[in-house]
């Protein structure tokens, strides 16, 4: 069995509050993450102190009462923070989200009891190596994501267990256990208990998992809970020379061709939103998607807002989506030019975006070629230090200034003019030159 790297801080932790008489572990996902070979995310400790005996043992550290009510105590050891947390059973659950009560526990396996999925209620201390109190070895080592107990019960208890369950499937490349997976299915619905902060996490690190396709086509009803808009995609037929597949099945394809940023998948998700309210089929009986991309964004702006996305994942994924259907440029100019209007980081995840497209379309490699060419494109550009854009221009606002033309639009006005004609390879991004050019730019706006 695989070593378990725990940080010292933890093994610090651990040590004292078995030497002070409580039994200790790390637990959950931390443990599951090191027997995969994985660095885990964060470490969580559980323990048979309860949390005022806690913060006696760390009565030297700085502590935050994090969640107190729930037996959480933050202990800060080397700056580090670690939650402990008193072994606890739930009481009832009232509204699929939170138990009305907690009560503390010496008892630790009354404590993993509680526990989501038996992967996750795997411990470990220096002391008693990995304790296994609920299958959790077995179904980890044979990839098996299980509910502890009686699946309906749990997710019943709290809805959001059944979206964890699928993001560990996509995350983790595991296959849900048969009754788990049914009581997911039928219990989906209670997920709109959820709160959309708690439903935006876990969907997007669902997104970013290695059977994301898989798991999203399997349980694409699950996913129609919180985005119902979703369902229109669901069987939409694509009669084009292009396309092979409906477009959730195309979606999906994308999904999984781009690599596992959360922005990237986002965008790949929900790129062709608007293609069933777009498409029209001609006498020919070939479809036609005009406009879809703008179509997607009016669709998808709301549900990133609603899932409460920060403001900056929704510009970057709406701007790709709006751009992923840009040609790719046929020259270095037409490089430029675009690189120009959206910047070298949008243009390098254009590449990407317009890749994955291409995966999950009938022939998937078709554009390879082109957007090579586009990559060279960048590659040359960058290096040879050519100017796209005002900031690599030779002259600036100040030079327009002192050459005689007055401030504002006119000078805005003569500095794209000048970049045109050094984009377009009309001009060498020289001062003096360009300086030279400045009254017929300024005179006709594009020299
Ligand atoms: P991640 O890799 O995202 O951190 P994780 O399993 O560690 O996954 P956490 O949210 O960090 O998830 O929770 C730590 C542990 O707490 C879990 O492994 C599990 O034992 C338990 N847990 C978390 N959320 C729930 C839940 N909703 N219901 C039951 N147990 C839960
Ligand atoms: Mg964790």
Redesign the pocket.
Known sequence: MPEIPAPEQVKTALRRLNESGFSAYA????V??SLLGKAP??W?ITTAARPEETERVFADCRLIETGLQHGTVTVLLDGVPLEITTFRVDGDYLDARHPESVAFTRNLKEDLL???FTV??LCWNEQDGVVDLCGGLFDLQNGILRAVGNPDHRFAE?A??IL?GIRFASVLGFAIEPNTAESILRNRQSLSKIAAERIRVEFT?LLCGKNAAEVLDHYREVIAVFIPEVRALFDCPQNTVYHCFDVYRHTLATVENIPPREALRLCMFFHDFGKPLCRKTDENGQDHFKGHEKASVQIVLPILKRLRFDNSTVKTVTNWIALHDTKSPKTKIEAKKLLSEIGVENYRALIEIKRADNRGKAQPHAIDEKLRRMEDFLSEILENNECYDLHGLAVNGDDLKAAGIPNGKEIRDALNGLLELVITERCENEKDTLLKRICAVANTGNG
């Open positions: 637990v959950g996902g931390c599951r993450d995310l964060d969580d509680r526990r989501d996750n209620t709290d959001l267990r964890r690190k």
